[in-house]
């Protein structure tokens, strides 16, 4: 356990949600924990496979495009937090397997392959969604990701006909960036539900599917691919597919799109929702289940819808609710008392435009009182490139500052 007055603020999952929560408790939270409670530190330790960021948004143009960058999607986490005290920040490269509530520890497989233990004070889960395909979410270390993209890219190339499986966000988007780079492809989507984008109103999921079919992309609903010969998802060949309909195709490339869910293998059961997410207070994002002083954010809450705001707008309540209750003295089991609400959407959202640490830490500063989550109402489907012109740009030539001007392509409201 850590030291009596050491509190080790571990957080698990060290991407969008995870160091976006890092950065602004290094930078809001801590400082005022530490002038209210002098004699005590606050460290935060970051739990993550990889060593490095991954800017996903950009996944869908990465294996389209032959001309895209790779390495400017993968960002070295170090640098982003080389400037911290070295008593306030520890990197612990490696996988969570469990978590013991009593005493309050997490086992760790390191990248060795040998565990550890890791204690912690407060504990925040932000270990995502895991995907088929880790052309979309990391599967271990970023450069299994960047060696199955840049194989796929090469596959796209020479591909006559190319299969995208999945009609959410990832395949929509992916389909659009294969369309402006491959027009001349014979071009499938499949779509498991009755429409694209399931998740958003059924306007947008039509209006995507107009766009694509006018790019030449056959549109096919209801449909899922039952197995694939060769099985595999990591190197690209020609795969002949089963499909729930009963068919059969054969294509020079298939990308899965599919499987996105919440990664909690390494979560106590009692504290997870039917469908495997943590079961989360919206508003605050306390972990409802769980003992007191842990939490969830991003895709593996029960709150989350999936997108990219509903991380940007929860991440200043998260750690709201962990300045008042680590304040309120919560480890000596006192109830944490809430402030009124503040609704931190608006102000979430236009840091969207900047690279971490700035979602966390230009939005808006932690004063003390609770501050609540709102989940947006809006409903975007950005979707880079339908034979537009380049209308997102995702990086400057700084590659610590990037995606500067993003700009939506497509409003499908």
């Known amino acids: 356990m850590a030291s009596s007055n050491t509190h080790n603020i571990v957080i698990v999952g060290g991407n969008f949600s995870g160091v976006s929560v890092a950065h602004y408790l290094l930078r809001h939270t801590i400082p005022k924990l530490e002038a209210v409670n002098k004699s005590t530190t606050y460290k935060v330790t970051l739990i993550t496979p990889s060593t490095h960021f991954f800017w996903k948004?950009?996944?869908?143009?990465?294996?389209?495009?032959?001309?895209?960058?790779?390495?400017?999607?993968?960002?070295?986490?170090?640098?982003?937090?080389?400037?911290?005290?070295?008593d306030h920040y520890a990197f612990v490269q490696g996988t969570a397997t469990s978590i013991s509530p009593d005493p309050r520890t997490i086992t760790v497989t390191l990248e060795s392959s040998s565990d550890t233990t890791v204690a912690y004070s407060t504990l925040i889960i932000a270990s995502g969604a895991k995907s088929t395909s880790p052309l979309w979410a990391f599967h271990g270390a970023?450069?299994?990701?960047?060696?199955?993209?840049?194989?796929?890219?090469?596959?796209?190339?020479?591909?006559?006909?190319?299969?995208?499986?999945?009609?959410?966000?990832?395949?929509?988007?992916?389909?659009?960036?294969?369309?402006?780079?491959?027009?001349?492809?014979?071009?499938t989507i499949l779509s498991g539900a009755s429409r694209l984008l399931p998740r958003l109103r059924p306007a947008i999921g039509k209006a995507a599917e107009q766009h694509l079919l006018a790019l030449g992309f056959e549109v096919v609903h209801d449909t899922k691919v039952t197995s694939s010969a060769p099985p595999g998802t990591e190197t690209p060949t020609r795969t002949t597919l089963a499909l729930s309909d009963g068919t059969t195709r054969t294509v020079d490339a298939y990308l899965d799109a599919t499987g996105a869910t919440p990664n909690t293998a390494f979560v106590p059961q009692a504290w997870l929702s039917p469908h495997g997410h943590v079961l989360t207070d919206a508003p605050t994002l306390r972990a409802t289940a769980a003992p007191r002083g842990v939490y969830a954010i991003g895709d593996v809450a029960s709150y989350s819808r999936g997108s990219t705001f509903d991380i940007i707008?929860?991440?200043?309540?998260?750690?709201?609710?962990?300045?008042?209750?680590?304040?309120?003295?919560?480890?000596?089991?006192?109830?944490?008392?809430?402030?009124?609400?503040?609704?931190?959407?608006?102000?979430m959202r236009a840091a969207y435009s900047s690279w971490w640490p700035g979602w966390a830490v230009k939005a808006q500063d932690a004063k003390g009182a609770q501050r609540f989550y709102k989940q947006g109402t809006a409903e975007m489907q950005v979707v880079p490139c339908l034979n537009l012109p380049s209308s997102v740009t995702y990086f400057t030539n700084q590659s610590v500052t990037f995606a500067r001007s993003l700009k939506p392509s497509v409003s499908l409201n």
């Open 142 to 187: 970023h450069t299994l990701t960047a060696s199955v993209l840049s194989k796929y890219r090469d596959a796209l190339r020479s591909a006559k006909t190319i299969l995208v499986a999945g009609g959410g966000a990832a395949g929509v988007e992916t389909a659009g960036e294969i369309a402006a780079c491959y027009p001349h492809a014979q071009k």
């Open 57 to 86: 948004i950009a996944a869908p143009r990465a294996v389209a495009d032959p001309k895209f960058d790779l390495d400017k999607i993968f960002l070295p986490i170090a640098d982003g937090f080389k400037d911290y005290p070295s």
């Open 313 to 347: 707008d929860a991440v200043a309540p998260l750690c709201s609710s962990v300045l008042v209750d680590l304040s309120a003295g919560v480890d000596a089991g006192a109830d944490p008392a809430p402030a009124a609400a503040v609704d931190a959407q608006n102000r």
